[in-house]
């Protein structure tokens, strides 16, 4: 396997040249972005194995260039932003991306979590295993990487992915968030917090006919979550 490519995009020139070093020492490729429609532009014309997004960027914003995306391709994104709300992280993984790092930074953290998510991606092209799990009229096609529900096909990211095949291999059984993060995100659970819940929520929202009152993720309070069988 060749080396993964790796798209920055972020209107801050010293921004991009920092984290273009520090990804080319890890022995990734590096491609840049000025603003959101550029990235837009290079993930539907070269091959791109993860994107590094920042959110307020001139022409297109990262949140739209983000939504783009997830348009044409199923490639990781994680956010860069100023702002370190929750209200604005769980507005950030919302719109489909799969990790946020709030600004200012640490480009070794960043580091971390560029593997972490090229680790679980690169987990799920490595598995042999095409059963389609079925749970309900919910079905998660490992080969294929789809989901149906009521036999319709939902988009979902990588992450949202991982969390359903993840549930939907085990129905019954209850996973804690932090469970769930480590074996999803292919990483320690250090880096959690809500995240779970945000990527739980955005599931609901696509697979639920009503997300208050789930029928497929099952809230277990206190404990954690499941796909009933």
């Not at 092209?125 to 998660?140: C, I, M, P, S």
């Not at 988009?155 to 996973?175: D, N």
Request: charged share 30%.
């Amino acid at each position: 396997m060749g080396k993964a490519t790796v798209l920055v995009a972020d209107d801050d020139p010293e921004i991009r040249d920092v984290v273009h070093v520090y990804l080319r020492n890890e022995g990734f490729e590096v491609l840049e972005a000025e603003n959101g429609a550029q990235a837009v532009e290079i993930v539907r014309e070269k091959k791109v194995d993860l994107v590094v997004l920042d959110v307020m960027m001139p022409e297109m914003d990262g949140i739209r260039a983000c939504m783009k995306i997830r348009e044409q391709a199923l490639v990781p994104i994680i956010f860069l932003s100023a702002k370190q709300e929750d209200i604005d992280k769980i507005n950030g993984l919302s719109t489909g991306a799969d990790d946020y790092v709030a600004k200012p930074f640490s480009p070794l953290e960043l580091m971390a979590r560029v593997k972490a998510q090229l680790r679980r991606q690169s987990f799920h092209a490595r598995h042999d295993d095409g059963a389609v799990l079925a749970v309900q009229d919910l079905t998660v096609d490992r080969a294929k990487h789809s989901v149906t529900v009521r036999g319709e096909e939902v988009a979902v990211t990588p992450l949202e992915f991982a969390i359903l095949e993840l549930l939907a291999s085990h129905p019954g059984q209850v996973f804690h968030a932090d469970q769930i993060y480590e074996k999803a995100w292919k990483e320690p659970a250090g880096y959690s917090d809500n995240t779970v819940m945000v990527h739980i929520r955005n599931l609901r929202e696509k697979i639920e006919i009503n997300p208050r009152e789930p029928r497929y993720i099952k809230t277990v309070w206190g404990v954690g979550y499941k796909i009933e069988k």
